[in-house]
């Protein structure tokens, strides 16, 4: 069974601060997404990634495959109280396999 | 164009009743999951429809969970009879297709219940 693993668990920060976000496979991810959710929601994907070292980038959010598509990071700059939410990193095979989340706090 | 609905939002209720979930996902999205959320931690797959027709069900608890989605349209989540580590929040989700690399799943606004 694959284990996704993310850190760190939780991630308290202030407003305009930058974090990184990890996310670590025990096996070769199929493809992987990443997800956000705030309070109260779903989850909302932001983005998909296939290829090993792929790098995407959502406005303030940057996205990194591992070349041996066993990891995968997420690194926000400036982070804004927007942000707040968990994010979920999961495995996209033909069922989405979460891993552990972070939760993520940015203060005012 | 609306998201996935759910209804109820909360529910609570004493161990050993029964509770259901409903789910009505986007129109057109042939494909249909149930989620269960614990507290802080990633969704778990419960069960996956096809339309009508149940694909995967491995990660259902027969013994006390069932689903249905007679028209392959909205689908009903029930548990009978609940448990205190049922406590947790059910989401449904709704794709366009059946899973693989680019198919994005949209997940509602979940159940929060709480079994007492």
Do not use: M
Not at chain 1, 10 to 26: D, K, R
Not at chain 1, 53 to 65: A, C, D, H, N, S
């Amino acid at each position: 069974t694959q284990l996704l693993e993310q850190s760190p668990q939780f991630l308290s920060i202030q407003e305009g601060e930058n974090l990184t976000v990890y996310c670590n496979s025990s096996s070769v991810f199929s493809s992987l997404q990443w997800y956000r959710q705030e309070p109260g929601e779903g989850p909302v994907l932001l983005v998909t990634v296939v290829t090993g070292g792929e790098v995407k980038k959502l406005k303030r959010l940057t996205f990194q495959f591992g070349d041996a598509r066993k990891d995968s990071s997420l690194h926000i700059t400036a982070a804004q109280p927007g942000d707040t939410g968990l994010y979920l990193c999961a495995d996209n095979t033909d069922k989405l396999i979460f891993g552990t989340g972070t939760r993520l706090q940015v203060f005012p | 164009e609306a998201g996935v609905v759910q209804s109820p939002r909360y529910k609570i209720i004493e161990k050993k009743q029964p509770v259901a979930f409903w789910c009505n996902p986007i129109s057109g999205h042939n494909t249909l999951y149930w989620y269960l959320q614990n507290l802080g931690q990633g969704p778990e797959l419960l069960i996956r429809y096809e339309n009508e027709e149940a694909v995967d069900d491995s990660q259902l608890p027969k013994d006390r969970f069932s689903a249905e989605r007679l028209k392959g349209v909205d689908s009903t989540l029930k548990i009978q009879p609940a448990e205190l580590g049922d406590s947790a929040v059910y989401l449904c989700a709704s794709s366009p297709g059946p899973g693989g690399p680019y198919n994005e799943q949209f997940f509602g606004p979940g159940t929060r219940l709480t079994v007492l």
